[in-house]
Structures are given as structure tokens and as C-alpha cells.
């Protein structure tokens, strides 16, 4: 019996040190995740039941062992995290620091995927690739990035800093910085060079659709004025 409870302390202390190294190492993440989730309620709550934060930490040991040539090793840890997290991730990805995916389910992201820093996706994401071809085949992500639920951004193509796909938008055409993509395809509305907030919700999203049509309806008005005037 004694025996038995110094293992069971053993192996309370290893996951009691696990649990703080993973703190240390993962610290922005897990504070970037309580920044951008409102139902995060506290550090531990994100650090121990968290799945797309459980998904980065797997993703981080896999791309490590990937670089070292390991490959079968690497896809088995992956494919090890996307059966208990049900994000997959490529080993081969790259994935900058304060990545955060929210709720995660369904995510996909492709082998030679390039994610910058501070970027945000939710449920149903895929960075994948649009043909058979070798090399570079799959997104690179800028920085202070949102993707929406369900969204696809597929090929060799870049999505800018600070731009925000919106729900279930398919993207497969370069995304300038600065941007808003809705829409199947993808189109890109006008923000006149403005920042996009990494706050910015799945509501308010502007459609460059209406965006013409009320530039349309402008200039409508103001030749009926101008007539007006004339006569």
C-alpha cells in the first residue's frame, strides 16, 4: 500500500509540474484565449480544458519533430491530438505566438500552412490547398488575422494584417492588409484603409455589395439634385 501511494504521488507531482511548465511556455496563449473568449473564466479553466489550446501545445511537440525529419513520428502526435481535440493540424504547419482557435471543432490546417502572429479562428475553419502540386500549397496568414466560422481560404494565396474573413466565406484570391472578405467567392469590401479590430464580431460585417449599391444610390441622388437644379 505504501508502495502504491508513492506513485500515485510521483505521478501527481509530474502532472502538477507538467501543468506549470505548460503555464510558463504557454502563457500568452492562454491569455490571449481569456482576451478573446468572454467565457473564459480564469487561467486554469483555459489552461487545463481548452481544446484549441490543447491542439497548439500538440501542434508545438509534432512541428518539432517534423523539423528534425521525424515525420511518422510527428503525424502520429498529431493525429493523436485531432482525435481528442478534433483540430487537425499538419505537423508541417507554421503557427505564429497568441494563436488561438475558438471552440475548433472541424478545424483543418494544411501542411505548409503559414499562420502570423495574434491570429484568431473559429469552428469549422480550413487552410487548405487547392490542387495536387508540390511546395507551397496551402495559405500564409498575416497577422492580427480573424476567420470565421465555417470559412475557407484555400491555395498558395496570403490573407494581409489585420483582415477578417467573415463565416463562411471561400477565399482563393490574395487578401489585401487592412480587409474584410465575405461571400462565396470571397470579395473584399472597401475599408478605406482602416485597421480591422480583432474584436470585430460575425454581425458586423460590411457586404460590398450593398457597399456599390449605396454608391450607386448616392449618385443617383445627387444627378436628380444637380437636375433639379438645372431646370
Request: glycine share 10%; aromatic share 6%.
Given at each position: 500500500m505504501t508502495c502504491l501511494l508513492k506513485v500515485l504521488l510521483v505521478i501527481a507531482g509530474l502532472a502538477v509540474a507538467k501543468i506549470?511548465?505548460?503555464a510558463v511556455l504557454f502563457h500568452d496563449e492562454v491569455r490571449a484565449a481569456q482576451k478573446r473568449d468572454p467565457a473564459a473564466k480564469s487561467f486554469l479553466e483555459v489552461l487545463l480544458l481548452?481544446?484549441?489550446?490543447?491542439?497548439?501545445i500538440s501542434h508545438r511537440v509534432a512541428h518539432f519533430f517534423y523539423r528534425m525529419r521525424l515525420y511518422f513520428l510527428a503525424r502520429m502526435?498529431?493525429?493523436a491530438s485531432r482525435f481528442m481535440t478534433g483540430i487537425e493540424i499538419h505537423p508541417g504547419a507554421?503557427?505564429?505566438r497568441r494563436f488561438f482557435v475558438d471552440h475548433g471543432m472541424?478545424?483543418?490546417i494544411?501542411?505548409?500552412a503559414e499562420i502570423g502572429d495574434d491570429v484568431l479562428i473559429y469552428q469549422g475553419v480550413t487552410l487548405g490547398g487547392a490542387g495536387l502540386e508540390k511546395g507551397k500549397r496551402h495559405p500564409t496568414i498575416g497577422n492580427n488575422v480573424v476567420i470565421g466560422t465555417g470559412a475557407k481560404v484555400l491555395g498558395n494565396i496570403t490573407v494581409g494584417d489585420n483582415s477578417y474573413v467573415g463565416a463562411n466565406a471561400v477565399v482563393i484570391r490574395d487578401v489585401p492588409p487592412n480587409s474584410t472578405v465575405v461571400g462565396v467567392p470571397g470579395r473584399v469590401t472597401k475599408q478605406d484603409g482602416k485597421?480591422?479590430?480583432i474584436s470585430l464580431d460575425h454581425i458586423h460585417v460590411l457586404d460590398p455589395i450593398m457597399q456599390s449599391i449605396e454608391e450607386l444610390q448616392k449618385k443617383i441622388e445627387d444627378?436628380?439634385?444637380h437636375k433639379g437644379k438645372t431646370q
Amino acid at each position: 500500500m505504501t508502495c502504491l501511494l508513492k506513485v500515485l504521488l510521483v505521478i501527481a507531482g509530474l502532472a502538477v509540474a507538467k501543468i506549470l511548465l505548460f503555464a510558463v511556455l504557454f502563457h500568452d496563449e492562454v491569455r490571449a484565449a481569456q482576451k478573446r473568449d468572454p467565457a473564459a473564466k480564469s487561467f486554469l479553466e483555459v489552461l487545463l480544458l481548452y481544446q484549441g489550446l490543447h491542439a497548439l501545445i500538440s501542434h508545438r511537440v509534432a512541428h518539432f519533430f517534423y523539423r528534425m525529419r521525424l515525420y511518422f513520428l510527428a503525424r502520429m502526435i498529431s493525429q493523436a491530438s485531432r482525435f481528442m481535440t478534433g483540430i487537425e493540424i499538419h505537423p508541417g504547419a507554421k503557427i505564429g505566438r497568441r494563436f488561438f482557435v475558438d471552440h475548433g471543432m472541424g478545424v483543418v490546417i494544411g501542411e505548409t500552412a503559414e499562420i502570423g502572429d495574434d491570429v484568431l479562428i473559429y469552428q469549422g475553419v480550413t487552410l487548405g490547398g487547392a490542387g495536387l502540386e508540390k511546395g507551397k500549397r496551402h495559405p500564409t496568414i498575416g497577422n492580427n488575422v480573424v476567420i470565421g466560422t465555417g470559412a475557407k481560404v484555400l491555395g498558395n494565396i496570403t490573407v494581409g494584417d489585420n483582415s477578417y474573413v467573415g463565416a463562411n466565406a471561400v477565399v482563393i484570391r490574395d487578401v489585401p492588409p487592412n480587409s474584410t472578405v465575405v461571400g462565396v467567392p470571397g470579395r473584399v469590401t472597401k475599408q478605406d484603409g482602416k485597421k480591422i479590430e480583432i474584436s470585430l464580431d460575425h454581425i458586423h460585417v460590411l457586404d460590398p455589395i450593398m457597399q456599390s449599391i449605396e454608391e450607386l444610390q448616392k449618385k443617383i441622388e445627387d444627378l436628380e439634385k444637380h437636375k433639379g437644379k438645372t431646370q
